[in-house]
């Protein structure tokens, strides 16, 4: 569980920078995780740790994360690593907009065209 600025706590595998903060772990860590058991908040959450581990992946591949609805029906958000100076993951950065409904397709393509790594 990761935290909210409110204090609240955040799964890491239902939001976009929990997603971000994982796909920056070893794979075996995740696995470890998973043995304790993803809690389904939607229908849109990702428990199977196969598919999580399949959507960290992606998160890597892009440098960006996404959560449409995975943990707030409503809320759909996309999240970025920030890098320390040694280029470690130290903190994720989110954009939410909620009451939208769910993202269309293309809204990951369009982050992948915009958003640059910054390392």
């Not at 890491?12 to 796909?23: C, E, I, N, S």
Request: proline share 7%; with cysteine; charged share 20%.
């Amino acid at each position: 569980m990761g935290r909210d600025r409110s204090g609240r706590s955040s799964p890491l595998h239902a939001t976009a920078p929990g997603k971000v903060l994982l796909a920056n772990q070893p794979e075996r860590e995740v696995i470890r995780l998973s043995k304790v058991g993803f809690t389904p908040y939607t229908s849109h959450t990702i428990v199977r740790v196969d598919l999580l581990l399949e959507e960290l992946a992606r998160v890597r591949r892009r440098g960006f994360a996404t959560a449409f609805g995975e943990f707030e029906p409503s809320v759909n958000a996309i999240s970025v690593p920030v890098y320390d100076q040694r280029t470690s993951v130290v903190a994720a950065l989110e954009v939410r907009a909620s009451g939208i409904g769910s993202c269309p397709a293309a809204c990951p393509s369009w982050w992948s065209a915009h958003v640059t790594r910054q390392r």
